[in-house]
């Protein structure tokens, strides 16, 4: 496999990862995870949250987060892709609209956010599989001049 074939799957393995936290699908989020024998050495951080170490550990944060929100959806941009060997980086933009109420009962539920994320994905005999996954909230920025300016 060349390196562009390797950036288009692993293009495609980052957007799994979205796509399974869109369709709150706890089954094709473990199909993204690092199994075994190196479940142990999984790695999630969410915004805020502490590190989350272990694959159990880190299928049941997403199954809270996925409990816990109505809607979610993922516009990712600044996608940056690098594969050395076993390992690849992906870096992204996360904009995510989201709701933690019924979003179908009032439209006013739903908020915006930005976070920028590095997902670290290593090469198994199955395919390239998600082993740490870390997002960091972005404070907002303003428009006007600053105190430096």
Do not use: K
């Amino acid at each position: 496999m060349t390196e562009t074939d390797d950036v288009a799957v692993l293009e495609a393995a980052n957007g799994e990862l979205y796509a399974a936290i869109e369709a709150a699908d706890l089954d094709r989020m473990g199909r993204v995870w690092l199994d075994e024998p190196h479940a142990q050495d999984v790695i999630c951080v969410h915004p805020g949250w502490p590190p989350i170490q272990g694959r159990d550990q880190v299928l049941r944060s997403w199954a809270a987060i996925m409990a816990n929100t109505s809607y979610i959806q993922f516009f990712l941009t600044d996608v940056e892709i690098s594969v050395a060997g076993e390992v690849a980086v992906v870096t992204c933009a996360e904009n995510i609209l989201t709701a933690v109420g019924d979003a179908e009962a009032d439209s006013s539920a739903l908020s915006g956010g930005h976070v920028v994320a590095t997902n670290v994905f290593r090469r198994t005999p199955g395919g390239w599989r998600l082993w740490v996954h870390h997002a960091s909230g972005v404070l907002a920025s303003t428009d006007g001049p600053t105190e430096d300016d």
